[in-house]
T-cell receptor
Framework: AQSVTQLDSHVSVSEGTPVLLRCNYSSSYSPSLFWYVQHPNKGLQLLLKYTSAATLVKGINGFEAEFKKSETSFHLTKPSAHMSDAAEYFCVVSGKTAGNKLTFGGGTRVLVKP | NAGVTQTPKFQVLKTGQSMTLQCAQDMNHNSMYWYRQDPGMGLRLIYYSASEGTTDKGEVPNGYNVSRLNKREFSLRLESAAPSQTSVYFC?????????FGPGTRLTVL
């Protein structure tokens, strides 16, 4: 069985300041981990993916995430928030089972203040 | 290359009515999925199809049926809609474990 917990349902930052979105996971095996972003009334877009090649993963739009096996965490960061980063972010783990089913966290909504 | 497309974008139904949500992908992916999204719950898997000709239940299959019409198309049917099925529905496709999502269908059941 696997699960994902996003530790903050809402995060508010000022434009130009760092963003940290926290994610903890539980999995019986070495997982694939993802971050997706969803802008209002839009579908989900893949930000980045971890597959064990490197613990620090760089994604699109300046985001990166660090995989820490000892802490079972996969936190997402960006050094400087932009107004266009206002969206909902989902941490996701892949089951590596038949059908490669995904398990989603509950989401973190990011508000960026001018 | 349109990726994953879904129709309709919006739909309002009355309790007991039926409808089919359509999904198509042009990436030649083997696997396709249907999810529903409800506030604070992320996305939950309804049904998936690992390959053409196969379908399997996900986490919340009750009240839904699916058809994998061919490699490109995967439809979701509500036979008798209920207010609890008010949600946003997303289709996705994948090759390997990376899934690509459509824009969603916003369904309201009155």
């Amino acid at each position: 069985a696997q699960s994902v917990t996003q530790l903050d349902s809402h995060v508010s930052v000022s434009e130009g300041t760092p963003v940290l979105l926290r994610c903890n996971y539980s999995s019986s095996y070495s997982p694939s981990l993802f971050w997706y972003v969803q802008h209002p009334n839009k579908g989900l877009q893949l930000l980045l993916k971890y597959t064990s090649a490197a613990t620090l993963v760089k994604g699109i739009n300046g985001f990166e995430a660090e995989f820490k096996k000892s802490e079972t965490s996969f936190h997402l960061t960006k050094p400087s928030a932009h107004m266009s980063d206002a969206a909902e972010y989902f941490c996701v783990v892949s089951g590596k089972t038949a059908g490669n089913k995904l398990t989603f966290g509950g989401g973190t909504r990011v508000l960026v203040k001018p | 290359n349109a990726g994953v497309t879904q129709t309709p974008k919006f739909q309002v139904l009355k309790t007991g009515q039926s409808m089919t949500l359509q999904c198509a992908q042009d990436m030649n992916h083997n696997s396709m999925y249907w999810y529903r999204q409800d506030p604070g719950m992320g996305l939950r898997l309804i049904y998936y199809s690992a390959s053409e000709g196969t379908t399997d239940k996900g986490e919340v299959p009750n009240g839904y049926n699916v058809s994998r019409l061919n490699k490109r198309e995967f439809s979701l049917r509500l036979e008798s809609a209920a207010p609890s099925q008010t949600s946003v529905y997303f289709c996705a496709s994948s090759e390997g474990d990376t899934q690509y999502f459509g824009p969603g269908t916003r369904l309201t059941v009155l």
